[in-house]
């Protein structure tokens, strides 16, 4: 294995400087991702908290970094070598290794924390850390304050302010550097390429999860790590369940299948839906509800470029759908008083974009001052409107009854406008009619 964070010790370095500017004279302490067991002694495959990975590049569980604003100090609290750990779960950087290969000024053992917090927590009025997440942590932080505070004798002050340390991390991980844009192309590239192997791979018969598994086939052939949420595979009326989980139906002709899955690269995730015909060709029904949605979906990529805001984005989309609606016989009204009224939710009850990076659902403020904030070049987002006819809806004309359809892209906001990371991914009716079903 290779040691040390991946990409350059620069990087860490440069996010933890620039987070020290804004906590000034305050301590932050950040806890990696507890791990999670499954069943008996058996555990959920580790995956970083992102947060925590942006910090260091350091995967640890058990580990806990306190910055202090004051002195610029970094302090990392790791796992000690352990030679029969080792022999069964694997490598550990131990307390040397973490100090050679990913630069903390100082280092201890993770056993030490509950001593040592108080040491470096006492000469701070504030204190940056997300309360709330995880009990366990927040015990540890809560009696590191009192004893801090018990340690300062009459002093007059109270407790130290606590702040969402999360937060402001936030604020910076939701600004992509050239770096991060890079694997956010990479992840968009093999995501891409993974509903192409699926789409090729599709036929009536097979089972959503065998669609699943070539499709995540891909995405670790192509490098990727592990998956950045898990996949929706749902064929016919499976579509119009928004985060359906099961993924074991079987796939029948005439249908469509949504797939909504993503590959991570380098801790980045892609995260596309595509929808497509189980046997390659869209029915006359599927394919005026599918080209309702691309025109919209279209339309609202083409749209962004900075100082527009996701709302603006969301409202085309709102629009969009409703002419659709109206057209196809799935609403009737005034287009006005539908948006209104807002029963367009029946058919689209979501929203058009959510921010991308690390985490699927990426950390950073959506609103300011109770207004949907301005994009900047940097940021990164999905652009996923939907329609989804439910089954058993007598209102609807019947040859719609059973048909979801979600259409996403990721989009990054460059200085004059955007860039589609999965343009990759096919969506175009005569682009999907002639792979759907071709390597079968
Ligand atoms: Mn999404």
Not at 84 to 97: H, P, Q, V
Not at 148 to 169: M, Q, T
Not at 286 to 315: M, T
Not at 368 to 387: A, H, N, Y
Request: net charge negative.
């Amino acid at each position: 294995m290779q040691l040390g964070p991946k990409g350059n010790l620069e990087i860490y370095n440069h996010r933890r400087q620039k987070l020290l500017e804004k906590i000034k004279d305050g301590v932050a302490i950040f806890f990696a991702h507890p791990e999670q067991i499954r069943n008996n002694d058996a555990h959920h495959k580790y995956r970083q908290d992102s947060t925590f990975y942006y910090l260091t590049g350091f995967t640890e569980p058990e580990s806990v970094i306190v910055l202090d604003g004051k002195t610029s100090k970094f302090s990392l609290f790791v796992r000690e070598k352990d030679a029969t750990r080792e022999l069964w779960d694997g490598f550990r950087y131990g307390l040397d290794g973490a100090k050679k290969f990913f630069g903390p000024d100082q280092v201890f053992s993770i056993k030490d924390l509950a001593s040592k917090l108080p040491e470096l927590i006492k000469e701070s009025q504030r204190v940056y850390y997300r309360y709330g997440d995880h009990r366990e942590h927040d015990e540890v932080v809560l009696e590191a304050m009192q004893a801090a505070r018990r340690a300062k004798g009459r002093s007059g002050l109270g407790f130290p302010d606590l702040i969402d340390g999360n937060s402001i991390v936030g604020e910076m991980r939701l600004i992509k550097s050239d770096d991060e844009a890079d694997l956010l192309r990479k992840a968009g590239h093999i995501t891409s390429m993974g509903h192409i192997a699926g789409m090729k791979a599709t036929r009536p018969g097979m089972f959503e999860y065998e669609l699943e598994a070539i499709i995540e086939s891909e995405f670790r052939r192509l490098g990727s790590e592990r998956l950045g949420y898990n996949s929706i595979v749902g064929t016919g009326a499976n579509a119009t369940v928004l985060h359906y989980v099961f993924n074991d139906d079987k796939l029948a002709e005439n249908q469509l299948v949504l797939v909504d899955a993503g590959a991570e690269y380098g801790y980045y995730t892609g995260d596309i839906t595509r929808t497509y015909p189980t046997n390659g060709k869209f029915t006359a029904a599927q394919k005026k509800l599918y080209e309702g949605v691309l025109k919209v979906q279209k339309e609202c990529v083409s749209f962004v470029k900075p100082g527009i805001r996701l709302a603006d984005i969301h409202n085309k989309s709102i629009h969009g759908l409703i002419d659709v609606m109206l057209d196809l016989g799935l609403l009737k009204g005034s287009a006005q008083e539908i948006f209104e009224k807002k029963t367009f939710t029946k058919y689209f009850p979501h929203g058009t974009s959510h921010w991308l990076g690390m985490d699927v659902h990426d950390s950073g403020i959506y609103q300011i001052d109770g207004q949907s904030r301005l994009l900047e070049k940097g940021m990164c987002f999905s652009v996923e409107p939907g329609l989804y006819v439910p089954q058993d809806d007598s209102s609807a004309p019947s040859e719609f009854r059973g048909i979801g359809i979600r259409i996403e892209d990721d989009i990054l906001v460059t200085a004059n406008g955007y860039e589609n990371l999965t343009k990759d991914a096919p969506k175009e009716v005569n682009e999907i009619e002639d792979l759907v079903g071709s390597s079968v």
